[in-house]
């Protein structure tokens, strides 16, 4: 069983129990550690919206999207199915067009920074090619931009390393576990070093057990690295579990209901769940759900 993610090779450390906030990389990395919009956010939307034409009426599955989300942030995107969650993630990484309104993504156009592989992303599926071992899965990304072989190993070796996969660069993703091809499914989308982290319910097909033991690694990852997060997730108690701001969307067509702050300390635990400040928080978000979308 593959172990643990581990530090990174900078030795950064996560901050001491109830110490709150960014993680120690974002805090201690200073202003040129990753580019930002002249407001400073790391993705920014004004009145975002999305209408796709079909045969007989338009879908609107975006309207009128306000966000910032800051370098550093884990910002978990929940709200029903069909709510647009997916496809604003989707816009973030320019893969779909918008049909109103501005965004930018770490100062740039969402085109501009695919270009410059400003972001990472990962698909509900580990969607790994059967016939390339995990190791040549991950150098796939590096193969493509002509990393010299010598520097695509030895990033290869350091992100196996950081998702906890070092021992299994020589197998195939049939080999693996549903959760150590997620894993490495990560570790490809951090091999050329983004500076942001789009993750489509990533574990929305794992079991309970296996769901848990990713999302401790997930938040050790991101405090070890200071990458932006963005995550969805049908899940309310994974939403408070792994992020510093919850977005809540209401259903179709997808708009903004709530923004909910989570101050749990940053290095979570499972026990934190059953906390009087998780238990408001997930709270919080329950209700927001509730506002825009019947449980009836």
């Given at each position: 069983?593959?172990?643990?993610?581990?530090?990174?090779?900078?030795?950064?450390?996560?901050p001491?129990?109830?110490?709150?906030?960014?993680?120690?990389?974002?805090?201690?990395?200073?202003?040129?550690?990753?580019?930002?919009?002249?407001?400073?956010?790391?993705?920014?939307?004004?009145?975002?919206?999305?209408?796709?034409q079909?045969?007989?009426?338009?879908?609107?599955?975006?309207?009128?999207?306000?966000?910032?989300?800051?370098?550093?942030?884990?910002?978990?995107?929940?709200?029903?199915?069909?709510?647009?969650?997916?496809?604003?993630?989707?816009?973030i990484?320019?893969?779909?067009?918008?049909?109103?309104?501005?965004?930018?993504v770490?100062?740039?156009?969402?085109?501009?920074?695919?270009?410059?592989?400003?972001?990472?992303?990962?698909?509900?599926?580990?969607?790994?090619?059967?016939?390339?071992?995990?190791?040549?899965?991950?150098?796939?990304?590096?193969?493509?931009?002509?990393?010299?072989?010598?520097?695509?190993?030895?990033?290869?070796?350091?992100?196996?390393?950081?998702?906890?996969?070092?021992?299994?660069?020589?197998?195939?993703?049939?080999?693996?576990?549903?959760?150590?091809?997620?894993?490495?499914?990560?570790?490809?989308?951090?091999?050329?070093?983004?500076?942001?982290?789009?993750?489509?319910?990533?574990?929305?097909?794992?079991?309970?057990?296996?769901?848990?033991?990713?999302?401790?690694?997930?938040?050790?990852?991101?405090?070890?690295?200071?990458?932006?997060?963005?995550?969805?997730?049908?899940?309310?108690?994974?939403?408070?579990?792994?992020?510093?701001?919850?977005?809540?969307?209401?259903?179709?067509?997808?708009?903004?209901?709530?923004?909910?702050?989570?101050?749990?300390?940053?290095?979570?635990?499972?026990?934190?769940?059953?906390?009087?400040?998780?238990?408001?928080?997930?709270?919080?978000?329950?209700a927001?759900?509730?506002?825009?979308?019947?449980?009836?």
């Open positions: 069983m593959a172990g643990p993610m581990t530090l990174d090779t900078t030795g950064n450390k996560a001491p129990a109830g110490q709150a906030g960014t993680p120690m990389a974002a805090r201690a990395a200073g202003p040129d550690a990753a580019r930002t919009g002249s407001d400073g956010a790391a993705v920014s939307a004004r009145r975002l919206s999305l209408v796709y079909t045969a007989d009426q338009p879908v609107h599955a975006l309207q009128d999207v306000d966000i910032d989300i800051r370098p550093g942030d884990f910002v978990s995107l929940i709200g029903p199915s069909g709510c647009g969650k997916t496809t604003l993630l989707r816009v990484a320019d893969l779909e067009q918008p049909t109103g309104g501005s965004i930018t770490a100062g740039r156009t969402p085109d501009e920074a695919r270009r410059d592989r400003a972001y990472g992303y990962v698909f509900q599926a580990p969607a790994l090619m059967p016939w390339r071992t995990v190791e040549r899965n991950v150098m796939l990304p590096l193969e493509l931009a002509r990393r010299p072989k010598a520097e695509r190993q030895a990033i290869v070796r350091e992100k196996l390393a950081l998702v906890g996969l070092d021992g299994f660069a020589r197998k195939y993703p049939w080999q693996l576990s549903g959760g150590m091809q997620q894993r490495a499914s990560i570790a490809r989308a951090l091999s050329f070093a983004p500076e942001l982290l789009l993750m489509d319910e990533p574990f929305g097909a794992l079991d309970e057990i296996t769901r848990d033991h990713l999302n401790l690694a997930l938040n050790a990852l991101w405090r070890q690295t200071g990458l932006t997060c963005v995550f969805v997730t049908h899940s309310i108690a994974e939403a408070v579990f792994l992020s510093t701001r919850i977005i809540v969307m209401s259903p179709r067509p997808g708009k903004i209901l709530e923004e909910i702050t989570c101050d749990l300390p940053a290095e979570r635990t499972l026990e934190m769940r059953e906390s009087a400040e998780f238990q408001r928080v997930a709270a919080l978000v329950r927001g759900l509730a506002k825009g979308h019947s449980y009836d």
